[in-house]
């Protein structure tokens, strides 16, 4: 009988064929003329599932683009874990910027580079390889799995929120795993314990009828975007501190753990902030480290204000109306419907008495809090100090991944946020790449994690 | 011999159809393809200088469009008034609005409709009526008069200021006489005799090298967004007090009539406010008289803040740079490069310091006071009460007229604004007109003033 790892060392050429012809099909999901390699690559995915050997594998219609069931149900009495990962990809213009085509998959220097590679095709190949390494040496899987992959990842992913909200049964199970995030260096295995939620905003403030001229009504006249300035100042301060009433009550301290490692900074990820801002000092709270700022504290941020004048040269108009984009970052114990409350209270609180003010909310996304001692994610840390003989450090993310969150909330289940992706993997951008390293890693890490469960 | 007032009623006939030849040549200053019709427009008022018997007529190229000039200087002994109006008009657009054609001058309801027949063509057209009625009469002028048209007016005015300040001996004067303002209402008389001046403004605030994603930097970024409302809520106060350190220290007070006149406010200007900008109350200081905070008062308003994302959607940029635009108004004593001054100091004094700020400034004007009781507005007065049968209100305008000042500034001599049309000429709009009584009861007014000059 062959071991997991010579089954894994044998197969890489196609292992990494199979991802090739994945990562050719341009499955964008934000352009139409996409639409049949979107259900091209979904079809890919099918055939992959079943080639493994997994059961009831479907391609489901959605309203938007297809979402690609399968599942194995076979582990009795051993825990089931739910598999996510997505097929759709980033649009790839700048295209005179890629050094190879976007959509022809080229191996350089130890990585392959393609649009797709890292953002998630490459990630999500590499946990149907490990259940592939599984199945054909055990003959089995060590636990019972259902794989949910969707196509609108980078299109607001509607259809696989109102899929799971509609069939909590079918998705059932004891652990989510994405496998859609990166570790800080590809010698530091890292887990993701923590995401923030978000809410975004719209406050428009309306002042007179019409737009107005400075020379004849400037001194009696409302200023709405006088007046936003007046809000967005009262909500946050120079020094990083949200003024609205309730929000911090709410917050739950970290754990003594987390505090430390926030403090010592052990990454340097404040310096490595520092040099990506091209700024001496970091911004915001200074009582609190950079690291919990970014991952623990609730924020805001203006994003874009409109109304008025923004063109060339000199135009002195009053507006009637001007509105302001403002969204908050929230720790994983703010939710974002009942923050959404404080803060249009805080605006209207805010607010000159001469303008009248309104309050959008334009969307919610909850964050995500993942206890470093669940089984799950003690499973996957085992899994990676096995494969990188280190233990992985446990991190939290700034941004939301609204899945992690929704399987949280839907399921009931924790969530382990495990990916091999690199700092340097040019997501979103021109020359996307994975690492053949992590690639393969990854399987032999995936397949540990899944025994581990078992 | 025949009298004035005869000799004006006799040929009204032919001061409207020289008033409608001029009207009919589209001379839009700002549309290049309109260059021939504005030397048309220009030559047409050097004609009517010479057919009064002006000297030295000439129409005067500059970088721009030309300027017309003509002099009279033989009342040995008498003043010099400097008198000015623009052939210049505003486009036309939506021209689907307009009842007549808007350059076929058509007389409805006891008004001449066309482009430019209040601004400025029709008001600066009966000067010249009046001074050929003076002539006809007399045979002469009862004071010496130079003539400087521009056609610029409506396109930034750059030409005539070059020519003021090059060439102030030629322009020498005692009074200079404005006729491009407008009297509240047709039974209302008035003098302007108070314009604000300006500073307009560009604040750019930079905070990281590039653009950056609120999940990944909110908490440490530096936001300059949020700066710049910052900087605004500091710079000016809900309650529409400035706080720009020495701002406050060089205004004088107004005289007791004029406090008089604002607290009483005897035309309801305050009123009018409130209805045309749809407000219960108006804004701003609320210890000052309404015109007094739009006529006497230094004012800040922000007309714009660019950067970042105001497209549809929710974007979470936060933006490197953002710019505001933001102007002032300021009363006769405050001068522009002083005010510059310290409102670039007070910017950077209210920075947060995490963001670098560059204060622009895009342009400056100079206001004006004229008082009522220097010579040439006594004898403006005494010619309004004899043709309207009341003493004129003397009032202030809260815009800037950059001429009005320069003159001020260049050639020392006291500005008469006086001005004969009504509030709803529909300037710069669709369906511009011009009463015909105002025209020729304009005519008069203006005769009898240069008459009291003399």
Redesign the interface.
């Known amino acids: 009988m062959v071991t997991l790892t010579a089954y894994i060392t044998e197969h890489e050429d196609r292992f990494l064929e199979d991802l090739k012809g994945w990562l050719r099909i341009p499955s964008i999901s934000t352009l139409p003329e996409h639409a049949s390699d979107i259900r091209h690559a979904a079809e890919y995915a099918a055939q992959q599932l079943r080639d493994i050997g997994l059961e009831r594998v479907e391609v489901i219609q959605t309203q938007g683009h297809p979402l690609v069931y399968g599942e194995w149900l076979h582990a009795a009495g051993k825990p089931t874990v739910l598999i996510y990962g997505h097929y759709d990809v980033q649009p790839v213009d700048p295209v005179e910027l890629w050094e190879s085509p976007p959509f022809e998959p080229t191996v350089r220097n130890g990585s392959i580079y393609c649009r797709g590679a890292a953002d998630d095709k490459g990630q999500t190949m590499l946990v149907f390889k490990a259940l592939e390494a599984l199945m054909a040496v055990d003959g089995r899987l060590p636990v019972n799995v259902r794989v949910l992959i969707e196509g609108e990842e980078e299109a607001g992913g509607e259809s696989i929120e109102a899929y799971v909200r509609n069939n909590p049964q079918r998705l059932q199970c004891d652990a989510a795993f994405i496998c859609d995030t990166h570790m800080p260096a590809e010698d530091l295995p890292a887990l993701i314990t923590g995401l ?1 939620g ?1 809410i ?1 905003t719209e406050v428009e403030a309306r ?4 737009d ?12 709405p ?6 809000i ?3 909500l ?3 020094d ?1 501190h949200i003024h609205i009433p309730g929000l911090y009550d709410r917050l739950r301290p970290p754990t003594p753990e987390e505090k430390a490692f926030w403090q010592q900074d052990p990454l340097h990820i ?1 310096r490595s ?1 520092r040099e ?4 001496a ?5 200074e009582e609190y480290p ?1 690291l919990e ?2 991952w623990a ?1 609730p ?1 805001l ?10 063109g060339e ?7 009637a109306v001007a ?1 302001a ?1 403002i ?1 908050m ?1 929230l720790p994983p114990d703010l939710k974002s419907s009942e923050v959404f409350t404080l803060f249009e209270r805080a605006v209207k609180q805010a607010a ?3 303008v009248t003010v309104t309050v959008r909310n ?2 919610g996304g909850e964050g995500m809090l993942a206890s470093p001692e669940s089984a799950p994610v003690r499973a996957a840390a085992a899994a990676l100090k096995e494969t990188y003989g280190r233990e992985p450090v446990f991190i939290r ?4 991944i609204p899945i992690a969150a929704l399987f949280s909330e839907i399921l009931h289940a924790p969530v382990v946020l495990m990916g091999f992706g690199l700092p340097d993997d040019n997501l979103h951008a021109p020359n996307e790449k994975y690492s053949l390293a992590q690639y393969f890693k990854g399987i032999r890490t995936v397949a540990s994690f899944l025994q581990k469960m078992g």
């Open positions: 923030r978000i975004y002042g007179a009828r019409r107005l001229h400075s020379g004849t009504y400037g001194g009696v006249a409302p200023n975007l006088h007046a936003l300035a007046i967005i100042s009262r946050k301060d120079a990083g404040a902030l990506e801002m091209g700024v000092q970091l911004s915001g709270e950079p700022r970014i504290r924020t941020e203006v994003h874009g204000i409109a109304g008025g004048f923004t040269g000199a135009k002195t108009v009053i507006p509105t984009k969204s970052r000159p008495p001469d334009v969307h993310e700034g941004g939301s």
